[in-house]
């Protein structure tokens, strides 16, 4: 059975898996849906089209499922869908999708919310990111998996963040940010591969080397890009991490954070 606390409204509708928490004075809208054992803290609202899968977390004070901040917005039935084991903290805000995006944001599993972060609406994230505390998503951006970015970080409507790279606090995103790599800056410029990041997930030294010569080529050799990109396809063969940080930058469509 869940447990849901005597001044909680859950709306109508509402459809709870078992051993679901829902505290003091928060308000559940009458279209979520939400996946057992997750936990909601006092003063919390969810509304909206908005789907939650099991074990997520969510502390006071956050704003889940609340109209997209897009003028464009018109009361379309977009949604927001967030996966498992997702810790969503205090002031946190999450916004669906618009008609001019796919209808849909899209949360994956053990992400890291924390304090005041923005999701803006038509936002996609993969799993195993942290967005620190203040960190502002603008409407569109994609986040791949194991992404840190830092405190008070600004991302740009569009925006593309690749597997692993870390984004230092402060800094203000206009572009791509490749994979395995570090940013930081207003606006933010590279500053190398994000080595530590890649040993704590258990990349090999053989990995890591291929990354770092792919990384001189593209960004540090003066070629062209497309030059860059063919050169290391022919230097590095069969290295997938190599493979997925060309076709990245080849596929960029705001262009690559320099």
Known sequence: MSKI????????????????????????GPQVKIGKGTRIRSH????????????????????VGSVPQDLKYRGEDSRLIIGNHNTIREFVSLNPGTAGGGMVTRIGDH????????????????????????????????????????????????????????????????????????????RARLRGLNLEGLRRRGFTKVQIEGLKKAYRIIFQSGLKVRDALKKVKEEIPNSPEVEHLNLFVENSQRGICR
């Open 5 to 28: 606390h005597a001044t909680a409204f859950v709306g109508p509708g509402a459809e709870l898996e078992e051993d679901v928490e829902v505290g003091a004075y928060s308000v559940i």
């Open 44 to 63: 919390v609202v969810i509304e909206g089209n908005t789907t939650l899968g099991q074990g997520n977390l969510i502390l006071q004070f956050a704003s």
């Open 111 to 186: 992400n890291l919310l924390m304090m005041y972060c923005h999701i803006a609406h038509d936002c996609i994230l993969g799993g195993h990111n942290i967005v620190a505390n203040g960190a502002t998503l603008g409407g569109h951006v994609v986040i791949e998996d194991y992404v840190i970015v830092g405190g008070l970080v600004g991302i740009h409507q569009f925006v593309k963040v690749g597997t692993s790279a870390i984004l230092g606090a402060g800094s203000m995103v206009s572009k791509d940010i490749p994979p395995y790599c570090t940013a930081t800056g207003d």
